[in-house]
Nanobody
Framework: QVRLVESGGGLVQAGDSLRLSCAAS????????RGWHRQPPGKEREFVAK??????YYACFVKGRFTISRDIDKNTWYLQMNNLGPEDTGVYYC?????????????WGQGTQVNISS
């Protein structure tokens, strides 16, 4: 069982930045996609960004504000979020997918709350 632990959420003002981290317990997932999703209040969970095979992909609403990166040595990946707005409020989850999950986002972190005040 792969365990993912997020950190870095909090309450900031509009225009500020946050960096989320996700640490994985298992190095057997080294070739897995790594992603970030979020669930705004009262809405469904949505895709934010992913790292896959050395490439990065982002949801349209990111608009160049977010960057996903990884630290292989630490088995950790990050989501740097800049110019945050109230619409970015939500619970942010990291997840992985690969051959062991049928290429579905099969392992999830517990979520970290991000609140942006206007």
């Amino acid at each position: 069982q792969v365990r993912l632990v997020e950190s870095g959420g909090g309450l900031v003002q509009a225009g500020d930045s946050l960096r989320l981290s996700c640490a994985a317990s298992d190095r057997t997932i080294s070739n897995y996609d790594r992603g970030w999703h979020r669930q705004p209040p009262g809405k469904e969970r949505e895709f934010v960004a992913k790292w896959s095979g050395g490439n990065t992909y982002y949801a349209c609403f990111v608009k160049g504000r977010f960057t996903i990166s990884r630290d292989i040595d630490k088995n950790t990946w990050y989501l740097q979020m800049n110019n945050l707005g109230p619409e970015d409020t939500g619970v942010y989850y990291c997840a992985v997918r690969g051959s062991g999950t049928g290429w579905r986002w099969g392992y999830w972190g517990q979520g970290t709350q991000v609140n942006i005040s206007s």
